[in-house]
């Protein structure tokens, strides 16, 4: 057996940070095994990849675009019919939409897409457990990653889930068939790379250009100077005495000029001083530049186009660069996350073979309403959907009139395929084959 490490677990199994609340802890903030390290090094500490998430703009910038997106894309439940049919299940019609619907007390299903996602986004990983209750009844119960140490029977094969609370009573043990686990794929076993991890030195850069512009703010003076002694006495004292010379008047113009609360003072030395101004250096100058370099790489892990930064390019229209994000950016990882459901959940324990989740993305992608609505007239009346369909695509209730589940085609006007369509030339009695039969009224037309 792998020995695993979790480096939030003490030797009693008791969930720590070396700064409790901080999130500064030994080296990451997920499961790992040995010689495989997690976490960001930032330059004079290591930094949990949820304290990272809070605290960092460019992480809560890239990652906070998905978890605001994602409300609205609904996560639904159908039911499979005949050979491309399917039936939208409301909560009530089936468990797994009702507990989708309400999957902990208090929780929308906006809270349980936000914990899949979310997680997955910061640690790379998201556990969900899930129970059935009496009258089979399910639910979930979501699963802080960070407190969870993995059961391997094999180096790349997962046998369950220790899951650690804040109460050592309530810590328990689940196999692998009661747990949901979505993880992209990766090479160093079966847990998935966090992004973070991946963006560990483009994170650290950032951490210390957002610190070095801090100290300058806090620091420096009006405009960049330095202090030069022109009295040839200063160096003719001894080494302690310029030291101390120098402490003093850097505690002195430190008090006066440093900060921003002191901008705009002007300069006042005892004689033999004066004050040079020095220009910015090559990497200062190129700082910002390298902030938004920074910006590009986290875009490009997340597989984002600049737009969802806020950084627009030009000649790029901005209804092309919103879809790139929602195709490219935004779906992937919520397909990943309903066919993980699709094959632990439904397939694997609720054995359902004609039942499966969907994201729907229309409305998100949904343009112009007036196109939609031309594009669902086209579509009916070339065979394409019926008109309840089309009324479905426009989230409008189904209609009980008759014909409004027929498909049709372009005649004179629209005509029924149920129908047959009469030869040229012959009248009602030909359609009917009921001499008394009178001829079926086409859609469009009037009586």
């Keep these: 057996m792998v020995t695993v490490i979790s480096n939030v677990i003490d030797s009693e199994g008791i969930p720590i940070e070396v700064t409790p609340g901080g999130g500064n802890l030994r080296r990451g903030s997920i499961p790992y095994a040995i010689d495989m390290r997690r976490g960001v090094a930032l330059v004079d500490h290591h930094l949990s990849f949820a304290r990272l998430f809070a605290s960092q703009p460019l992480v809560a910038g890239v990652v906070g675009w998905f978890m605001r997106q994602h409300r609205r894309v609904p996560l639904k439940v159908y039911r499979r019919e005949g050979d491309d049919g399917r039936r939208h299940l409301r909560p009530g019609e089936h468990r797994l939409a009702t507990a989708i619907d309400r999957p902990w007390e208090g929780g929308s299903s906006i ?16 556990l969900t457990e899930t129970d059935s209750g009496a009258r089979e009844a399910l639910r979930f119960l979501p699963i802080d990653w960070r407190y969870t140490t993995p059961i391997l029977a094999w180096r790349d094969a997962i046998g369950g889930w220790n899951i650690d609370t804040d109460s050592p009573a309530e810590r328990r043990t689940r196999g692998v068939d009661t747990v949901l686990h979505v993880r992209d794929y990766s090479p160093l076993g079966p847990f998935g790379l966090s992004p973070l991890e991946q963006l560990g030195v483009t994170i650290a850069i950032e951490d210390a250009a957002q610190r070095h512009q801090r100290a300058m703010l806090a620091n420096g003076v009006r405009t960049a100077s330095a202090i030069q002694a022109s009295d040839d006495r200063f160096f003719g004292l001894g080494p302690e005495e310029r030291k101390e010379l120098m402490t003093g008047l850097r505690e002195d113009v430190e008090d006066t000029q440093a900060g921003p609360e002191n901008a705009g003072r002007p300069w006042v030395l005892p004689p033999g001083l004066e004050v ?3 220009g910015q250096t090559a990497q200062e100058a190129a700082l910002i530049e390298q902030r938004q ?18 950084v627009h390019e030009r000649g790029a229209e901005l209804p092309e660069q919103r879809q790139i994000a ?31 989740v969907a994201f729907d993305f229309a409305n998100l992608l949904r343009g112009d309403h007036l196109k939609e609505i031309e594009a669902i007239r086209e579509a009916v009346a070339t065979a394409v959907m019926t008109p309840n369909e089309g009324r479905s695509e426009l989230n409008k209730p189904r209609s009980p009139q008759d014909g409004m589940d027929d498909f049709y085609l372009p005649r004179n006007n629209l005509w029924p395929l149920s129908v047959p369509y009469p030869d040229k030339g012959m009248g009602a009695e030909a359609t009917a084959g009921d001499g008394n039969a009178a001829e079926p009224t086409p859609a469009g037309s009037t009586t």
């Design 276 to 278: 040079k101004p020095v």
């Design 293 to 310: 370099v920074s910006r590009i790489e986290a875009l490009g892990v997340y597989g984002l186009p600049p737009y969802a930064a806020g």
């Design 326 to 356: 929602y195709t490219d950016g935004l779906a992937p990882p919520l397909i990943l996350i309903e066919e993980c459901i699709n094959a632990q959940l439904v397939r694997g324990l609720l054995h359902e073979e004609d039942i499966f």
């Design 111 to 126: 809270d349980l897409v936000a914990h899949l996602l979310g997680s997955f986004l910061i640690h790379g990983n998201t």
